[in-house]
């Protein structure tokens, strides 16, 4: 289904690591997923997922039980929530300074990685994420394997692992097809991502569409936006626009 394993990989295969696969429910993660639970010894496999109380789409985590084949799924939480972190700062997330991921999600997830790490008493972890270098520059500079300084602490080896870095859209799309599964609903409504509904990386249409869909979350946003002097999207061409002014522009404008 995929390329050669990296020789790290192998090794960590051959050596029982635990392998952790992070899923949000989008069609990256759902086929890395399916890549991994044909190579990874199913006891050694386990799907993890980051959940985001009022910003995440509805039937996500039904979604990732529902294909997970068995294997073990946990799901963790940040202490905070989204609208807390940006009470708190009185900001926005933005690409430049992505709290959003640090915070609610790589932080949770790495934490339960440990706690996994521990109750199994594995100190071997391969920690796998579905990014992939045709989505931007910076996903493409990416390494495919590395080691992680941070968690690699007292004994344990945490690697982290692309395992779908060089894949196409087209395959990866195919590959949810061929395992008889289908992709996440926000998919058949026109979204090209699945993250969180209202997403600073999401395009326009994208944005457009989860204004349809999730109206009442819309409202907040831009209610937030207004009362805290900051918006969810960055400034075009030196204006700051609010969610609602971004969402109708012209595409030629954007």
């Known amino acids: 289904m995929g390329k050669k394993i990296p020789l790290t990989i192998q090794r960590m295969i051959d050596a029982g690591a635990l392998f952790l696969s992070n899923d949000s429910g989008g069609k990256d993660s759902q086929a890395m997923r399916i890549y991994l639970q044909s190579i990874i010894p199913p006891s050694k496999l386990i799907i993890i997922h980051a959940h985001l109380p009022e910003v995440e789409w509805s039937g996500t985590i039904d979604f990732i039980k529902m294909n997970s084949k068995g294997h073990r799924v946990e799901v963790c939480q940040a202490i905070k929530t989204f609208f807390e972190m940006v009470e708190h700062r009185q900001m926005f997330p933005s690409k430049d300074y992505r709290q959003c991921t640090s915070d609610l999600k790589r932080g949770p997830l790495e934490k339960l990685g440990r706690a996994l790490s521990a109750e ?33 602490v007292a004994g344990r080896t945490w690697i982290e692992w692309l395992p779908i870095h060089k894949w196409s859209e087209k395959k990866v799309f195919k590959t949810i097809a061929d395992a008889g599964e289908k992709p996440f609903w926000t998919y058949a409504e026109g979204m090209k991502r699945k993250s969180c509904s209202f997403c600073i990386m999401g395009c326009q249409n994208d944005l457009r569409i989860s204004a349809r869909l999730r109206p009442d979350l819309f409202k907040k946003i831009v209610e937030t936006e207004k009362r805290i002097g900051h918006t969810l999207m960055m400034p075009n061409k030196g204006q700051v626009l609010t969610l609602d002014q971004y969402i109708e522009m012209e595409v030629a404008d954007v």
Do not use: D, P
């Open 120 to 152: 199994y008493g594995n100190k071997l972890i391969v920690n796998c994420m579905g990014l992939r270098a045709q989505e931007s520059k910076f996903r493409a500079g990416k390494r495919t394997v590395k080691k992680s300084k941070s968690n690699s």
